[in-house]
T-cell receptor, first 118, second 114 residues
């Protein structure tokens, strides 16, 4: 079975603090994909990053960075120098294969609500 | 490039009625997926369509159905509405391919069942 766990339900930080959102996944697939999405109060899910299971290289994009570790089945997301505009719900998601066939189905974690206080 | 559009944005129905939601994917995207988001169950996969064929289906009752047209636009239908069907319904589109493509989401349709 495939599963994504985001143990942190809510995180509150003060602006300019660094914050790490945790994501742990379970899958039996050897090929799979991991994603992070942001959902601001408007409701629309915004794509942040995609990683495939063969690429463990960490990624940095501006104030965002991602740490993928297959050994611990984790794909954590760090925001450096957080800003009020970062306030949103962040979802980690997993996509694999469907009975050996192709699919874009996403299995989402429960999300982490990040509140950045000014 | 225009994003994923969903209509209507808000809908109020009563129990027992049926509803049809529409999704227009990003131009060139042939895969469309639907998700239901509720406070209790979170984001759950409903179904995925690719080239007018249902490629994958989530664990929802048969009251939930969908289809995709030749222009890749998709509709989902919920018959005999129940109070528990109140949710944000999100549509996502992606490029054709194998698996794990980036999916781009629309703004959603907020369905309220009274």
């Amino acid at each position: 079975a495939q599963k994504v766990t985001q143990a942190q339900t809510e995180i509150s930080v003060v602006e300019k603090e660094d914050v790490t959102l945790d994501c742990v996944y379970e899958t039996r697939d050897t090929t799979y994909y991991l994603f992070w999405y942001k959902q601001p109060p408007s409701g629309e899910l915004v794509f942040l990053i995609r990683r495939n299971s063969f690429d463990e290289q960490n990624e940095i994009s501006g104030r965002y960075s991602w740490n993928f570790q297959k050994s611990t089945s984790s794909f954590n997301f760090t925001i450096t120098a957080s800003q009020v505009v970062d306030s949103a719900v962040y979802f980690c998601a997993l996509s694999g294969r469907h009975y050996g066939g192709a699919t874009n189905k996403l299995i989402f974690g429960t999300g982490t609500l990040l509140a950045v206080q000014p | 490039k225009a994003g994923v559009t969903q209509t209507p944005r808000y809908l109020i129905k009563t129990r027992g009625q049926q509803v049809t939601l529409s999704c227009s994917p990003i131009s060139g995207h042939r895969s469309v997926s639907w998700y239901q988001q509720t406070p209790g169950q979170g984001l759950q996969f409903l179904f995925e369509y690719f080239s007018e064929t249902q490629r994958n289906k989530g664990n929802f009752p048969g009251r939930f159905s969908g289809r995709q047209f030749s222009n890749s636009r998709s509709e989902m239908n919920v018959s005999t509405l129940e109070l528990g069907d109140s949710a944000l319904y999100l549509c996502a589109s992606s490029l054709p391919g194998t698996s794990g493509n980036e999916q781009f989401f629309g703004p959603g349709t907020r369905l309220t069942v009274l």
